[in-house]
């Protein structure tokens, strides 16, 4: 079975803190990708990326960096936290053979910034 | 931009009945649908994968059908169960779009009770 590990459950920071989100895949799956989750706006596309240290914007990158070193890892880099930011990120992974391969998800880590 | 709307944002119903979940979308050129279910606080389960060229797909007591031409998905539940209680997302996946991304749909939150 795919499995997608998130580093944290849970995280609370402060307004201003540089902030890293984990996720790795043991799958060896090319594509990666971090969404948020937000109650009435649903799950939207922070940034994806196919590749190691290949990256690409989705719809709200905004406030959001991201890095690839590895291809089982991927980090979602919130440069300076501000409360807006708090949210549910989740992180999903595909194999990448297809544009239409099945994406599978981690468990999510619930961001709340002070 | 595609958009997923979901029907009805929440339902809840007496253990033992069958019911549908809707979810449509407006462009019908895509790669897949996937079906998701999410409990609370907790990441994504996927649930079944439809891809362009099937009608259909069955697992257990869950069945997913797509009509692509009207843009159109439905998920039966058969005999609901007050463990299927949990938000249930649909996504598409749009031809031409980069790595297979999805756009989601806001989920039907569905309370099943004994």
């Known amino acids: 079975d795919v499995k997608v590990t998130q580093s944290s459950r849970y995280l609370v920071k402060r307004t201003g803190e540089k ?29 994806f990326s196919y590749d190691v240290k290949m990256k690409e914007k989705g719809d709200i990158p905004e406030g959001y960096s991201v890095s690839r070193e590895k291809k089982e890892r991927f980090s979602l880099i919130l440069e300076s936290a501000s409360t807006n930011q708090t949210s549910m990120y989740l992180c999903a992974s595909s194999l990448g053979t297809s544009d239409w391969d099945e994406q599978f998800f981690g468990p999510g880590t619930r961001l709340t910034v002070l | 931009k595609q958009e997923v709307t979901q029907i009805p944002a929440a339902l809840s119903v007496p253990e033992g009945e069958n019911l549908v979940l809707n979810c449509s979308f407006t462009d019908s050129a895509i790669y897949n649908l996937q079906w998701f279910r999410q409990d609370p606080g907790k990441g994504l389960t996927s649930l079944l994968l439809i891809q362009s060229s099937q009608r259909e797909q069955t697992s257990g007591r869950l069945n997913a059908s797509l009509d692509k031409s009207s843009g159109r998905s439905t998920l039966y539940i058969a005999a609901s169960q007050p463990g299927d209680s949990a938000t249930y997302l649909c996504a598409v996946s749009p031809r031409g779009s980069t790595l297979g991304r999805l756009y989601f749909g806001r989920g039907t939150q569905l309370t099943v009770w004994p």
């Open chain 1, 19 to 47: 902030v890293f989100l984990e996720c790795v895949q043991d799958m060896d799956h090319e594509n990666m990708f971090w969404y948020r989750q937000d109650p009435g706006l649903g799950l939207r596309l922070i940034y």
